[in-house]
């Protein structure tokens, strides 16, 4: 069974610009949640989709957003980019969305 | 807010040496995950625990769920190089929210 993946792996951008990261979860798995994993902070909770609807979400500006496809296949946007939002972000799937994930090996953001 | 709190943030040892991490919380999770993650790759995910005093054995790793569901400890055996990375749990609780919680980590070098 194929695992999750992310596209793209890196991406470099400036400031005020925007980007969509893409996240195609495990075959069969309903749940997609998405991380922004930096060094001082941690792996941060971003939401979660489940079957295409926003099921939870985390404590960050309305500049990021996100969509669930019908075959699960997410995306992630994030507008007016600032310099903070250089990270990892990582997608992860998983059956229900509170049990076990399956992550992606991410997307590097570097913001200039 | 539930919170899990991981010790030690840092871990430095001699490969051979025994090891022990731990991942502590005052909710009460019905699971509890493991996993490791190597610098810029996603997070492995190495076991899931759900009974109270559940005990999981993984080759030189072993895994217990606390009594009462709210902590858990990693203790990894003869250490090595390999072992070395950023060790995560993740708590999943059926609250209003369903979401699953991720600690901060500790990082742990395996020194040849």
């Known amino acids: 069974k194929a695992g999750v993946t992310q596209t793209p792996r890196y991406l470099i951008k400036t400031r005020g610009q925007q980007v969509t990261l893409s996240c195609s979860p495990i075959?069969?798995?309903?749940?997609v949640s998405w991380y922004q994993q930096t060094p001082g902070q941690g792996l941060q909770f971003l939401f979660e989709?489940?079957?295409?609807?926003?099921?939870n979400k985390g404590n960050f500006p309305g500049r990021f957003s996100g969509r669930q496809f019908s075959n699960s296949r997410s995306e992630m946007n994030v507008s007016t980019l600032e310099l903070g939002d250089s990270a990892l972000y990582l997608c992860a799937s998983s059956l229900m969305g509170i049990d076990e994930q399956f992550f992606g090996p991410g997307t590097r953001l570097t913001v200039l | 807010t539930q919170l899990l709190e991981q010790s030690p943030q840092f871990l430095s040892i001699q490969e051979g040496e025994n090891l022990t991490v731990y991942c502590n919380s005052s909710?009460?999770?019905?699971?509890l995950q493991w996993y490791r993650q190597e610098p810029g790759e996603g997070p492995v995910l190495l076991v899931t625990v759900v009974t109270g005093g559940e005990v999981k054995k993984l080759k030189r790793l072993t895994f217990q769920f606390g009594d009462a569901r709210k902590d858990s400890s990693l203790h990894i055996t003869a250490a090595q190089p390999g072992d070395t990375g950023l060790y995560l749990c993740a708590g999943a609780s059926k609250t209003s929210y369903d979401k699953v919680i991720f600690g901060p980590g500790t990082s742990l070098s395996v020194i040849p």
């Open positions: 075959s069969g798995h309903r749940s």
């Open positions: 909710s009460v999770f019905s699971s």
């Open positions: 989709y489940f079957s295409e609807t926003q099921r």
